[in-house]
């Protein structure tokens, strides 16, 4: 089933550890993006990329770090976690080419640092 | 920056009935897409509805429509005869159009209870 693909599906961190999340899709959509989720803030942008090489910083970037070497993964690291960065995290991507395009989603990564 | 509200964190339908929820948003910009997502208990997002800001006409899906009125910037859902499978975190989001990376700005979401 085409999709996206989120790893793991829920995480204990110890404050301070390193942690990546995996993000693959199938659809070969140009562009990926990951959106964290909060009670009562809804989802807010972390990082995106438009294409394969590229990235940009969203509205809530710091903590997070991207790479995107192949269309297919984009994987969102935390260099050190720490405590507010628990959330839900979701990876989505789209089809640049199509004008009205929505996001399609994974089920989300929910991380709990302590 | 262009901002999405629902000012509504709750609301609750009988099964069976019509409900509306409300989304306003705040943009300087002409050439944009609105979309409604339903989060169930399960987590997943699933798009319920889209709408581009040139069309005049609303859009309308199944038992979901909106009311868009571009004027006054706003965008809400109505859910026709509610069903139990409604119940969910309604969120709606803003999406620039072309030039730009195509991320969508989201409201703080909606919670739907539908009651038996």
């Known amino acids: 089933i085409a999709g996206i693909t989120q790893a793991p599906t829920s995480q204990i961190l110890a404050a301070g550890r390193r942690m990546t999340l995996r993000c693959t899709q199938d659809m070969r959509h140009n562009a990926m993006y990951w959106y964290r989720q909060d009670l009562g803030l809804g989802l807010r942008l972390i990082h995106y990329?438009?294409?394969?090489?590229?990235?940009g910083k969203g509205e809530v970037p710091d903590g997070y770090s991207v790479s995107r070497a192949n269309t297919d993964d984009f994987p969102l690291t935390l260099a050190s976690a720490v405590p507010s960065q628990t959330s839900v995290y979701f990876c989505?991507?789209?089809?640049?080419?199509?004008?009205?395009?929505?996001?399609?989603f994974g089920n989300g990564t929910r991380l709990t640092v302590t | 920056a262009q901002t999405v509200t629902q000012s509504q964190p709750e609301m609750s339908v009988q099964e069976a009935e019509t409900v509306t929820l409300s989304c306003t948003y705040d943009?300087?910009?002409?050439?944009?897409?609105l979309f409604w997502y339903k989060q169930p208990p399960s987590r997943q997002m699933i798009l319920v509805i889209r709408?581009?800001?040139?069309?005049?006409q609303n859009a309308t899906e199944n038992r979901f429509s909106v009311n868009f009125q571009k004027a006054a910037k706003s965008f809400s859902l109505k859910i026709s005869d509610s069903q139990l499978g409604d119940a969910a975190m309604y969120f709606c989001?803003?999406?620039?159009?072309?030039?730009?990376?195509?991320?969508?700005?989201f409201g703080k979401g909606t919670k739907l209870s539908v009651k038996p």
């Open positions: 709408q581009e800001a040139y069309k005049q």
């Open positions: 943009t300087s910009e002409s050439d944009y897409y």
């Open positions: 990329s438009n294409t394969a090489g590229t990235t």
């Open positions: 989505a991507s789209r089809d640049s080419g199509s004008y009205n395009s929505p996001l399609h």
């Open positions: 989001a803003y999406r620039s159009g072309g030039g730009s990376q195509g991320n969508l700005i």
